[in-house]
């Protein structure tokens, strides 16, 4: 099978009508066109499990180092060291490195007692009220709040900074998208302020954990990281935090509602919450398109790829490959989702994919607290768009 050149079958990860729901779309590449090209805007693309989840695992020959995401990579721009998405070795392995000391599993879930408290803290207030947003009420806050916590920034600004960085991700509806060449450095210097107040008065955050780190980098100099590097790291951390958490609670709150047999089964069972996390991340990627440049030429389905092409990654599309799931289509919370690749694979899987587990886990669990029973006011919902993280900007629901 060859990739395919039906005008038919046509996919464009900045066409809106598509994101709405790109799955038949996928399906068919998956079927139809397991290499497929795109001419418009000159990118390949692999959907089935076996490649993307392959593509992921060799960095050396699909690299992120000029972008991770096809609107990167097209903007032809010079990345800021430090945004590890988009790096590669020895580089990324000296940044990352730095990460993974603060984010690890276990550092992670000692936060559950404040990310609880974050959520309380949105959805106390709204019991009673007949219904609620989950992106506006729960979705936008508590990921904001304790990413912000962790990096010392004062909640009364958390709120207009998450609202900065989303700015510049956003597609417009009948507009076409163009990428924005300042859009990966534009949020920077809205961070400036709090790093340079934190280097005169240290804290247990990770801010100062990353001000007084000292590491070897790829060169062998022991330093300590730059001004520039950490606001980078930063800004990184803050959009990353903030958006796919998001995007995770809000695809949550839509399942469990169109799934309310599955959703009682984890009223009466919460040891089933972790399972049904993974589920919801199957089934709808928070983050579903990625980006590579072919480093030598590669040969997929009887047609080479060479250096210098870009290859999208659809592991939104591999997370339904039947070939893995069986009945892959199908949500099921039961089912044992655990090698889905919405975090990635390899040396890019996701460093917060144990944060993001946990807020998603207590965030379902204190809703259910609160509100067994929703359904959703679609009058009201409202999808997002963006070129890498599908999601909703508005889900208002009914209680009760």
């Known amino acids: 099978m060859t990739a395919s050149h039906d005008t038919e079958l046509y996919y464009d990860p900045f066409d809106i009508e598509i994101d709405k729901d790109p799955h038949p779309i996928w399906r068919r590449l998956r079927e139809e066109a397991p290499l497929y090209y795109n001419e418009k805007h ?15 695992m060799d960095w050396d020959t699909y690299r992120s180092g000029r972008g991770s995401t096809l609107e990167v990579i097209k903007a032809n721009i010079e990345l800021p060291p430090g945004i590890i998405l988009m790096e590669d070795p020895p580089i990324h392995d000296v940044h990352r490195g730095l990460l993974s000391r603060v984010f690890t599993p276990k550092k992670m879930n000692a936060l559950e007692p404040k990310v609880r408290e974050f959520c309380a803290r949105s959805l106390d207030p709204l019991v009673g009220a007949g219904g609620f947003d989950f992106i506006a009420d729960l979705g936008a806050q508590m990921p904001m709040r304790t990413i912000g916590m962790l990096l010392g920034i004062p909640e009364q600004d958390q709120e207009a900074i998450r609202d900065r960085l989303d700015e510049g991700m956003r ?11 300042d859009f990966m450095t534009a949020g920077t210097e809205v961070f400036a302020d709090y790093i ?6 240290p804290s247990d955050d990770l801010m100062t954990e990353l001000l007084t780190a000292e590491f070897e980098d790829e060169t062998g100099e022991r330093r300590h ?5 950490i606001l980078t790291y930063v800004m990184l951390l803050a959009g990353a935090g903030n958006e796919t958490t998001t995007r995770l609670i809000g695809w949550a709150g839509k ?56 290859m999208v990654l659809l592991n939104g599309s591999a997370n339904r490959d039947e070939r893995k799931f069986t009945d892959g289509d199908r949500f099921d919370i039961h089912r044992d989702a655990a090698q889905h690749l919405s975090f990635g694979y390899g040396i890019h899987f996701c460093l917060g994919a144990a944060l993001a587990r946990l807020e998603g ?12 029973e929703w359904s959703i006011d679609w009058d009201g919902a409202v999808q997002a768009h963006t070129p890498t993280v599908r999601g909703w900007e508005k889900l208002p629901v009914v209680v009760g």
Do not use: C
């Open 225 to 229: 990281l730059t001004r520039e590097e």
């Open 42 to 56: 000159d990118f390949f693309a692999v959907s089935r499990y076996d490649d993307v989840d392959k593509a992921l």
């Open 196 to 201: 340079d107040w934190r280097v005169q008065h």
């Open 361 to 372: 886990r207590v965030a379902i669990d204190e809703v259910l607290n609160r509100f067994p």
């Open 255 to 310: 399942l469990l509602a169109e799934h309310p047999d599955q959703r009682r089964d984890l009223v009466d069972d919460r040891s089933l919450m972790p399972k049904a996390i993974e589920e919801i991340l199957r089934y709808e990627a928070p983050s579903p398109v990625q980006a590579r440049t072919v480093h030598r030429d590669v040969e997929h389905y009887g047609r080479v790829v060479h250096e210098g092409d870009v």
């Open 171 to 181: 597609i417009e509806e009948g507009e076409d998208y163009t990428p924005n060449a």
